[in-house]
Nanobody
Framework: QVQLVESGGGLVQAGGSLRLSCTAS????????MGWYRQAPGKQRELVAT???????NYGDSVKGRFTISRDNAKNTVYLQMSSLKPEDTAVYYC??????????????WGKGTLVTVSS
């Protein structure tokens, strides 16, 4: 069984930085894509950033130029470096992955979420 384990959330002042990490643990054959989505109170879940196995990235418009996604394929880990944080970045951040399990099934996984709070 595969789990996505997130870390790195917390409280930060506006203008500050945080780095989120997410590791896919368990029986993983290969990861096609990993990324981050977020959901603020009363709002729909939205794309933050994704990265594919061949390092193609995609960012939500609201974070372009401020957030950077990267991955370590050897560790099945994705990172989200968040800079110039704004109060409107406050949300629960969810890790997401499309991967092939050890028994060769294509699966989609979500992490439990990590809270990021940006104070003004």
């Amino acid at each position: 069984q595969v789990q996505l384990v997130e870390s790195g959330g917390g409280l930060v002042q506006a203008g500050g930085s945080l780095r989120l990490s997410c590791t896919a643990s368990g029986s993983v054959f290969t990861i096609n894509a990993m990324g981050w989505y977020r959901q603020a109170p009363g709002k729909q879940r939205e794309l933050v950033a994704t990265v594919t196995g061949d390092s193609n990235t995609n960012y939500g418009d609201s974070v372009k130029g401020r957030f950077t996604i990267s991955r370590d394929n050897a560790k099945n880990t994705v990172y989200l470096q968040m800079s110039s944080l704004k109060p409107e970045d406050t949300a629960v951040y969810y890790c997401h992955s499309l991967l092939i399990t050890g028994d060769y099934h294509g699966m989609e996984y979500w992490g439990k979420g990590t809270l990021v709070t940006v104070s003004s």
